[in-house]
């Protein structure tokens, strides 16, 4: 059985959602509040804003998927890789030579 398969990783996942949506609201009060369009630019309005956008899209993925994140699709057959096998390549091309 995976981690995610167990019977509190669900809500664990949800409440590591919300504790990144709540760092994101901090490190956007911060941006928002530090806000200088005089200032040179550095790195640090750079590194507090990638912190900010991933902290909200992984917090708000988690917050609302939870263990369901990692559930299986069934791809439709238009977007699975198709291999052909030798025997039926060889058969195509030899349909193709004629």
Do not use: C, N
């Not at 709540?22 to 928002?32: N, P």
């Not at 900010?52 to 990692?70: D, E, P, T």
Request: hydrophobic share 55%.
């Amino acid at each position: 059985m995976a981690w995610h398969e167990r019977k509190y990783a669900g809500s664990a996942l949800r409440l590591a959602g919300l504790v990144l949506l709540a760092l994101a609201v901090e490190v956007g009060r911060h941006i928002f509040a530090t806000a200088d369009p005089t200032a040179k630019l550095r790195a640090l309005p750079y590194l507090m804003g990638l912190i900010w956008i991933v902290s909200l899209s992984a917090g708000a993925a988690l917050a609302v998927l939870g263990r369901h994140l990692f559930d299986q699709v069934e791809l439709p057959a238009r977007w699975r890789i198709h291999v052909l096998t030798r025997d039926r390549s060889a058969a195509l091309g030899s349909r193709d030579a004629q």
